[in-house]
């Protein structure tokens, strides 16, 4: 690939990045962009970049959208994961994505934490699991030559903390943001646990 930093760019890629800009924190922003750049070097080294299912402004809103209930947009109505996907709608919406490709993204969004799942649920949800959980180091697909580059670009804190007690916080909003067995659940059970074992 020419520039594996390159983003996309036009009307959807600049309002789906702006809108993470603004609505979460930095490091979260940066570990959505680090999905999607890991996402596309994936999507590149399986040789699936000319797949008639492979559509990069979707993987990039997709990647990028992911977390978008963990900033000031996310109330607590449903799990970070649900919440965030119904949030990513508006924007594909409001710029004319077709009804099919809105669902594509938020299926990709919904199922992004479900291992198991996601890797079978079609090129863009495989692609958007993969992404972001290679930044969260659960996957080494990637060499580090190859890591290197986003990691310079877009630094990473040491550590999932910033991501994980952004999805506690959003867990601990409401008996429905965490659902029994749900990611925000289990995080939100170890944090309730840890600070009574402290006390």
């Known amino acids: 690939m020419e520039n594996a930093l390159t983003l996309p ?3 959807l890629a600049d309002a789906s990045l702006a809108m993470a800009r603004q609505s979460v924190s930095t490091e979260i922003a940066d570990h959505s962009i680090r999905s999607f750049l890991f996402a596309r070097l994936i999507a590149e080294q399986e040789g699936s970049l ?3 299912a492979y559509d990069e402004d979707l993987l990039f809103a997709a990647c990028v959208l992911h977390d978008l209930a963990l900033g000031r947009l996310g109330v607590g109505k449903a799990r ?4 965030g996907a119904d949030l990513a709608v508006s924007v594909l919406t409001e710029h004319g994505v ?3 490709d809105v669902d594509r993204v938020w299926e990709a969004i919904a199922l992004h934490s479900l291992a198991g799942i996601a890797d079978r649920r079609g090129l863009l949800t495989y692609l958007t699991h993969k992404g972001i959980f290679s930044d969260a180091g659960s996957f080494a697909d ?3 030559t190859r890591r290197q580059p986003v990691y310079a670009r877009y630094p990473r804190p040491a550590g999932p903390a910033f991501v994980w007690d952004a999805i506690v916080e959003h867990a601990a ?3 429905a943001a965490a659902p ?4 925000g659940a289990e995080l ?3 944090r309730r646990a840890e600070a009574a074992s402290a006390s």
């Open 188 to 190: 939100l059970r170890r």
């Open 142 to 144: 990637l060499d580090a």
């Open 50 to 52: 000319h797949d008639a």
């Open 9 to 11: 760019t036009g009307p």
């Open 80 to 83: 970070f994961e649900v919440e």
């Open 98 to 100: 077709p009804a099919a």
């Open 173 to 175: 909003l409401s008996d």
């Open 180 to 183: 029994p067995f749900s990611m």
